[in-house]
């Protein structure tokens, strides 16, 4: 046998290969900054805002958690969950999730990925047939529609990353969003098949791969998952995510009459006077499961998915994505072609958009780039950092408030690691 193959010089090469990766690895470690550590100063701030927000009658409870290194650096319930019954703020609180729910149902779809039962290339077609003969609606100077075809196929990228040209009919007043609010998309209340099925008779706002524009493409993203893995939506995601994870009480609705007492409500006047994504009331039983706005759950099991994500996609020994699959999501996903749309570029300025999530691609002090974020319309948000080994959940029902919390809460938190 030739020294170089022989099994003494194989262990040698391999260990010095070892040695020379291990020296790398703790040069990058050593390189890496040092994740920020929080003062009990700066926590009882952020505790004082959630207090002088109920105080004040601005909404009427939440619950928060600051996560850090695997342990809360602050968990605490304010307020009430409904103030017409004085009922305050618990642990099994439930919480309509809205578009909180489109995380959840990326992530599946991206453990079919992983799986190598869907591309992100794939045609959506390929899994639902209807979007073969879908068209786009392009505006004329007389007001009229024209159909133009499609460029290129829709696929399942687009899908996660809202590049697929299907809309929402709630918001703006464009023509082919006029024609979601008029379509009759939710009547009788369809399956997700159906659903899917009603959306491709239905003009695209613009060619796939154009524009982010945000609207049903989660809903249709989870019709692709039923038809990838042979299962219903919800059971897919039971199987594989919510029951592995420990997520007993995230579903498309509350089941049991008797829970129903637990579901947190808005301040009078502070909820929605018409259907939002298609939900009329997000915790009555239906037979569409909307991965895009459909889901309910407490703040615990939303912890439990975003600390199976900040570990890069496995909690508790047990692997849910690749954590290459988990660096993708979190990633800018929209190159130079894609325009964003100021108006209704819901990310914002300082954010792109990866599969599943905004991302912030700059700095914005004291909010750091890499962060990756979603919220729900009715008040929920979330967001990961992975530099600082941390995720934040705020949980409320109160949709006037959402955005002025949401930004002030961040704020606190990072001047509370002395950002």
């Known amino acids: 046998m030739k020294p170089w193959r022989s099994e003494a010089f194989v262990r040698i090469v391999l260990a010095a290969a070892f040695v020379l990766l291990a020296g790398a690895a703790s040069q990058l470690r050593a390189e890496a900054?040092?994740?920020r550590s929080f003062s009990a100063a700066g926590l009882a701030r952020v505790s004082a805002f959630l207090d002088d927000a109920?105080?004040?009658?601005?909404?009427?409870?939440?619950?928060?958690?600051?996560?850090?290194?695997?342990?809360p650096a602050l968990y605490r319930k304010f307020g009430q969950r409904n103030v017409a019954t004085a009922q305050p703020m618990?642990?099994?609180?439930?919480?309509?999730?809205?578009?909180?729910?489109?995380?959840?149902?990326?992530?599946?779809?991206?453990?079919?990925?992983?799986?190598?039962?869907?591309?992100l290339d794939d045609p959506v077609a390929r899994y639902v047939p209807a979007f073969a003969d879908v068209q786009v609606g392009v505006p004329q100077a007389d007001?009229?529609?024209?159909?133009?075809?499609?460029?290129?196929?829709?696929?399942?990228?687009?899908?996660?990353?809202?590049?697929?040209?299907?809309t929402y009919g709630f918001y703006g007043s464009s023509s082919v969003r006029r024609l979601y609010a008029e379509a009759g998309l939710f009547d009788g209340d369809p399956d997700n098949a159906q659903f899917a099925e009603r959306l491709a008779r239905l003009p695209l706002a613009e060619q796939p791969g154009t524009l982010w524009d945000y609207g049903h493409s989660t809903d249709v993203l989870g019709r692709v998952i039923e038809s990838?893995?042979?299962?219903?939506?919800?059971?897919?995601?039971?199987?594989?995510?919510?029951?592995?994870?420990?997520?007993?009480?995230?579903?498309?609705?509350?089941?049991?009459?008797?829970r129903r007492p637990l579901i947190a409500e808005a301040?009078?006047?502070?909820?929605?006077?018409?259907?939002?994504?298609?939900?009329?009331?997000?915790?009555?039983?239906?037979?569409?499961?909307?991965?895009?706005?459909?889901?309910?759950?407490?703040?615990?099991?939303?912890?439990r998915f975003?600390?199976?994500?900040?570990?890069?996609?496995?909690?508790?020994?047990?692997?849910?994505?690749?954590?290459?699959?988990?660096?993708?999501?979190?990633?800018?996903?929209?190159?130079?072609?894609?325009?964003?749309?100021?108006?209704f570029y819901f990310p914002g300025p300082d954010s792109s958009f990866g599969l599943g999530f905004a991302v912030r691609t700059r700095a914005k002090p004291p909010l750091p780039a890499g962060e990756y974020r979603w919220d729900g319309v009715g008040g929920t948000f979330f967001f990961i950092d992975?530099?600082?080994?941390?995720?934040?959940?705020?949980?409320?029902?109160s949709p006037s408030q959402r955005g002025p919390i949401q930004d002030e809460l961040k704020r606190l938190v990072y001047e509370a690691m002395g950002r």
């Open 143 to 166: 007001g009229k529609l024209a159909l133009q075809p499609l460029a290129r196929p829709i696929t399942v990228r687009d899908l996660l990353r809202h590049t697929s040209g299907i």
């Open 267 to 303: 301040l009078p006047g502070d909820w929605f006077d018409r259907p939002v994504a298609g939900i009329i009331e997000a915790t009555a039983p239906r037979r569409w499961e909307s991965g895009g706005a459909g889901l309910v759950g407490t703040i615990g099991d939303y912890a």
């Open 386 to 397: 992975p530099a600082d080994d941390m995720f934040v959940i705020c949980m409320m029902q």
């Open 306 to 343: 975003a600390q199976m994500l900040l570990n890069g996609g496995e909690l508790d020994g047990r692997r849910y994505l690749k954590r290459e699959t988990v660096a993708l999501m979190a990633s800018d996903q929209l190159d130079g072609g894609i325009a964003k749309n100021p108006e």
């Open 33 to 35: 900054p040092a994740a």
């Open 228 to 258: 990838a893995s042979g299962r219903s939506l919800y059971q897919f995601e039971k199987e594989r995510l919510l029951d592995p994870l420990g997520m007993r009480d995230t579903a498309f609705f509350v089941a049991d009459d008797a």
């Open 54 to 71: 109920v105080a004040a009658g601005r909404i009427p409870g939440a619950i928060l958690l600051i996560q850090q290194h695997g342990k």
């Open 90 to 119: 618990t642990d099994d609180t439930i919480f309509r999730l809205y578009s909180m729910s489109k995380p959840i149902t990326s992530v599946a779809a991206m453990m079919l990925v992983d799986d190598g039962k869907l591309a």
